[in-house]
């Protein structure tokens, strides 16, 4: 702004003069695109540029790059090409490996058309509440409309490199990265959105959001004979400020090492926790000052991918329970016939039914096991 308000008196004497063009090289694109906004007219900005700064390079671009494990694109609108100011329109180029996923997004001020140069793209998009999903395979010579606002995607469903093409109808798009977007609300709002899965599961799946381009399908990878990395970056994601801040205690996404932190959420609820949850949800303020030890989140793998020792043994204590039922149901079922009366099929006694119910009491320290809480927990 400031720099806008003392350049335009400088750029109207420097358009007067032959050495107006020397005036304007020492500007930076900001100030540029500030300059040529304020110009009365198209004829004016047409003499404020070089003829070569009407050309925008997309394979050595300087700015408007976003990277990923799955490719690149090169965006280029009024905010690094000052040559768009006042045309009212912008254009990405996709430069997709196999697989490549251009992960669901919206531009918030316009309609993209975008077209398949030499790949098939796997394109899908959501409109408003109500609307219904629209997914298209884009071969190669044809165009995807995506309308303004819209939620979408595409992913080279093809196993080479390819390129795509995307037009804008305004020269500022902007771009709004569901994920990155999404998961970089405040924890407790996106875990209360999620059902209440946990903040500490929010926390760990906010971690792992690849940065765009990223890698496709698993059925794509597959087909392709790929793997998906592990080590995807994944720097696009939302900072965090003191609004939208992880719980204290909770600084930062679960590392390898900190996997016994994860397992916390497999403790027995106690009424301090299912305080800290409920007051999690109603409130933000009361999140971020409560401990992250809220529980909801369960998954058989912890965070670097191997299988969660806690839930093998859930899963164990359950299969013995189940085998104990069957002999139990065995036991039962030839004890009765042993010593059924002619007229035991009508006048069964509420004994012959206890004994399940009973043994199941039997069962249940055995069925409590899981939720004990790990030894040496934090
Ligand atoms: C598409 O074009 C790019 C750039 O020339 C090239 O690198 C890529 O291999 C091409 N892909 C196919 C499938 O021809
Ligand atoms: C929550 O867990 C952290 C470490 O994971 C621990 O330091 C803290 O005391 C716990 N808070 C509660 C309320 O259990």
Not at 267 to 272: C, I, R, Y
Request: hydrophobic letters at 40%; a negative charge.
């Amino acid at each position: 702004m400031l720099s806008r308000v003392s350049l335009v008196p400088l750029l109207s004497l420097a358009l007067c003069t032959p050495i107006g063009t020397f005036a304007q090289m020492g500007l930076s694109i900001a100030d540029k695109v500030a300059n040529l906004r304020v110009l009365p007219g198209h004829a004016d900005r047409v003499k404020f540029l070089q003829d070569d700064e009407f050309v925008f390079d997309f394979l050595h671009p300087e700015t408007g790059e976003s990277d990923g494990a799955g490719g690149h694109t090169v965006a280029a609108s009024s905010t690094n090409f000052p040559a768009l100011v006042g045309t009212g329109m912008a254009m990405t180029i996709g430069f997709l490996e196999a697989c490549g996923y251009n992960t669901p997004h919206t531009h918030p001020r316009a309609t993209e058309f975008n077209f398949a140069v030499n790949g098939t793209l796997s394109a899908g998009f959501l409109a408003e509440n109500g609307a219904r999903f629209v997914f298209n395979d884009v071969p190669p010579g044809s165009a995807a409309i995506f309308p303004k606002g819209v939620i979408h995607f595409e992913m080279n469903n093809g196993c080479e490199d390819m390129i795509f093409v995307a037009a804008f109808n305004d020269e500022d798009p902007g771009v709004t990265q569901i994920a990155q977007r999404f998961f970089g609300l405040p924890p407790a709002f996106v875990a209360a959105s999620l059902g209440d899965i946990g903040i500490e599961q929010v926390a760990e799946w906010e971690a792992k959001i690849p940065n765009n381009i990223a890698q496709g399908t698993d059925e794509c990878l597959k087909r392709c004979g790929l793997t998906r990395k592990t080590d995807q970056p994944t720097s696009q994601r939302q900072p965090r400020v003191a609004a939208n801040a992880l719980p204290s205690g909770f600084s930062g996404p679960p590392s390898a090492a900190a996997t016994t932190s994860t397992n916390a959420l497999f403790q027995a609820p106690t009424s301090s926790s299912v305080a800290s949850s409920a007051a999690t949800t109603s409130s933000s303020s009361s999140a971020s000052s409560s401990s992250g030890n809220v529980s909801g989140g369960i998954s058989v793998n912890d965070a670097d991918g191997k299988p969660n020792p806690l839930i093998i043994g859930l899963i164990v204590a359950v299969a013995v329970l189940v085998i104990g039922y069957i002999i139990l149901a065995v036991a039962f079922f030839v004890g009765r016939r042993n010593k059924r009366s002619p007229s035991g099929k009508y006048f069964r006694t509420g004994s012959d039914f206890s004994m399940p119910y009973e043994s199941e009491k039997a069962f249940a320290p055995q069925r409590s096991t899981p939720y004990d809480p790990p030894s040496g927990t934090l």
